[in-house]
C-alpha cells in the first residue's frame, strides 16, 4: 500500500489536489460550467497509465459507471510542479501495476463471426482502446476457418508474447488450447491465455470474472491487463486414434443435444440452448450408454467440504494437487485400451445427462458444476438416468442450474472423477460436445491432466 501521496495540479485554471492513498486515486472535479464540484475515486487496478506530456499530467483508467459498468475515462491536468510529478506519476504506476508487466504484447485471435458477426466490433470499440491506454501492443489474426487459431498457436513463435488473447467465444479458447498443446516444445511453454467475452457462449469469462461480469469487455480487458496466470487442469480427450483437449466440458445428453442440434438458429443467441433442449426432451430421445468412471468422490457433503476447504484454503486429499512436473502422458492410457476401465465403477442405461465440467458456470446464469476447481486434478460429473423421472423434473433441475440447487435434488448423481469413458449405444447418430464444439459421435476416454494451461485470472480462482 502507498502511504498518502498528493500533487497539486490546475483544472481549467484551478489548484486541485491529485491525492494517492491506500492504492486509491482521488480528487474532486468540476462538473460543469455552474462549477459543481464531482469527487472521483479510482482503485489502483483500474489505473491504465499516468503519463506526463507537455506540462499536463494525463491519467487513463476504467472508472466505475452504474453498478457493473466501467468506461474508459482520460483526466488531464495541468502541472505545477514537474519534479514533484514525476515521483507522483511513478509510484502511481508502480502501484497499478504492482502484481503483473506493464504495457504487455499480445497476439489477438478475433472470430469474425463469432458472437453472432459482433466479435470484430466489440473488440475495435471497447478492447482496443483499453488496450491502447494501457500501452499494449498486439498482433491481430482475423481468423478465415474452424481451426484456424490452433494452426497458427501450433506454430507461432511465442517469445514474442506476453500473452495470447482470444476475442471471441469458448470456441476459439478451445482451439487456442489444443494448438499450444499439440506444440512439440509444449511442457515448455507457459503463455497464459486472456480471454475477451465476444462470443455467444462466453462460459470461462463468466468463470473468470463472476456471473454478473463475465460479459463485460471492459472487465475483461482491465483483467488480461492486469490479471495474475492462473495455471487449470486440461482434460486429454481419446476417440478412435484421435487424442485432443478441453478445458471446460464434456457433455452427452439433452443439453449436447440443446446445444449442437440448434448450431443454425445462432441468431438466436442463448435462447437456442433452451429451444433445443425442450424440443430434445419432447422428442424423447434415446441417450443409451455405458458408462466407466474413475471415481473419486460421490458423496455431495464429502464434495462441498472439500470444496470449502480449498477455498478456506486448508489443504485436503482431494484437492492438494502437489506441484508436479507437467506431463501430457495419459494415465489411463486411450478408449481403445481394455485394462484401465477394468476397476472403474461402471454404469450401463439411458438418461438425460451425462455432463462432465472442469469450469463452475457453463453459461450466463447456469452454474452447473458449483464444487468445479482450476486445478484440483477432477473433473465434476453429473449423471441424471431417465428412471421414474416426469420431463416436468428434467425443466426443473434445469432451472435448477441458476442456483445451483440441482446439487440437493435426489435423482442428480454428482461425482468427482479422475477419468471416464462413455460408450453410446444407440444406433442413431446423436451428439456429443465437447467444450461446447460438435464432437465425433463414437465412444470416447477423458482424464484429467493436472495444471496445464495458463489463464489469466482476477485472483487465481474460478467466481462461484
Ligand atoms: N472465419 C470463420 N468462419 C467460420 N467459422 C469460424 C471462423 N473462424 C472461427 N470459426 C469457428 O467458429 C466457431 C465458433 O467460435 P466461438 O465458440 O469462439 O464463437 P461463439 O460465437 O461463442 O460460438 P458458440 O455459439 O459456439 O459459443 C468455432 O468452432 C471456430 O472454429
Not at 399 to 419: C, G, L, P, R, W
Not at 450 to 463: C, E, M, R
Amino acid at each position: 500500500m502507498t502511504e498518502f501521496l498528493q500533487l497539486q495540479v490546475k483544472n481549467e485554471d484551478k489548484t486541485i489536489n491529485l491525492s494517492f492513498n491506500n492504492d486509491i486515486l482521488s480528487f474532486e472535479k468540476k462538473k460543469n460550467f455552474k462549477g459543481t464540484n464531482k469527487p472521483i475515486s479510482i482503485p489502483a487496478r483500474n489505473i491504465l497509465s499516468v503519463t506526463l506530456n507537455d506540462s499536463r499530467i494525463i491519467i487513463n483508467a476504467l472508472v466505475p459507471k452504474d453498478k457493473l459498468k466501467l468506461k474508459l475515462k482520460t483526466y488531464s491536468f495541468e502541472l505545477n510542479d514537474e519534479s514533484a510529478a514525476q515521483t507522483w506519476k511513478d509510484t502511481v504506476n508502480l502501484a497499478a501495476y504492482k502484481d503483473t508487466k506493464k504495457a504487455k504484447h499480445l497476439k489477438v485471435f478475433i472470430n469474425p463471426i463469432g458472437g453472432s458477426g459482433k466479435a470484430n466490433k466489440i473488440f475495435n470499440k471497447i478492447a482496443k482502446p483499453i488496450f491502447d491506454a494501457a500501452n499494449c501492443t498486439y498482433d491481430i489474426t482475423l481468423t478465415e476457418h474452424s481451426n484456424h487459431a490452433k494452426e497458427i498457436a501450433n506454430k507461432l513463435d511465442l517469445k514474442p508474447y506476453d500473452a495470447i488473447v482470444s476475442a471471441s467465444g469458448d470456441g476459439i479458447i478451445h482451439e487456442i488450447v489444443n494448438g499450444l498443446l499439440s506444440r512439440p516444445d509444449a511442457l515448455e511453454t507457459d503463455i497464459p491465455i486472456g480471454v475477451i467475452p465476444a462470443g455467444t457462449g462466453n462460459a470461462l469469462s463468466i468463470c473468470l470474472l463472476g456471473n454478473d461480469y463475465g460479459n463485460s469487455v471492459p472487465h475483461a480487458t482491465l483483467n488480461i491487463i492486469k490479471g495474475v496466470p492462473m495455471k487449470i487442469d486440461v482434460c486429454s480427450i481419446t476417440q478412435d486414434e484421435e487424442r485432443y483437449f478441453a478445458f471446460m466440458s464434456l457433455n452427452y445428453g439433452i443439453m449436447a443435444d440443446g446445444d449442437i442440434s440448434t448450431d443454425h438458429l445462432r441468431w438466436m443467441k442463448d435462447s437456442r440452448f433452451v429451444l433445443g433442449t425442450i424440443q430434445a426432451l419432447l422428442e424423447n430421445r434415446n441417450y443409451d450408454c455405458e458408462l466407466a468412471m474413475k471415481v473419486v468422490e460421490d458423496n455431495i457433503e464429502r464434495i462441498r467440504q472439500e470444496y470449502n476447504n480449498v477455498y478456506n484454503s486448508s489443504p485436503s486429499s482431494i484437492t492438494d494437487i502437489q506441484d508436479k512436473p507437467r506431463t501430457l502422458v495419459n494415465k489411463y492410457g486411450t478408449v481403445n485400451d481394455s485394462n484401465p476401465i477394468k476397476e472403474w465403477t461402471k454404469l450401463d442405461g439411458d438418461g438425460y445427462f451425462f455432463f462432465a465440467g472442469k469450469v463452475p458456470w457453463v453459461s450466463k446464469n447456469n452454474l452447473a458444476f458449483p464444487f468445479a476447481l482450476p486445478s484440483d486434478g477432477l473433473l465434476d460429473l453429473m449423471i441424471v438416468k431417465r428412471d421414474k423421472i416426469s420431463k416436468t423434473k428434467v425443466i426443473n433441475i434445469l432451472q435448477a442450474f441458476n442456483d445451483a440447487s440441482h446439487i440437493n435434488m435426489k435423482e442428480v448423481n454428482y461425482y468427482k472423477v479422475e477419468a471416464f469413458r462413455l460408450t453410446p449405444k444407440n444406433k442413431e447418430n446423436g451428439y456429443i460436445s465437447i467444450d461446447g464444439e460438435k464432437a465425433p459421435f463414437k465412444p470416447f476416454q477423458v482424464e484429467v491432466l493436472p495444471k496445464i494451461i495458463n489463464i489469466i485470472s482476477v485472483n487465481g480462482k474460478y467466481s462461484t
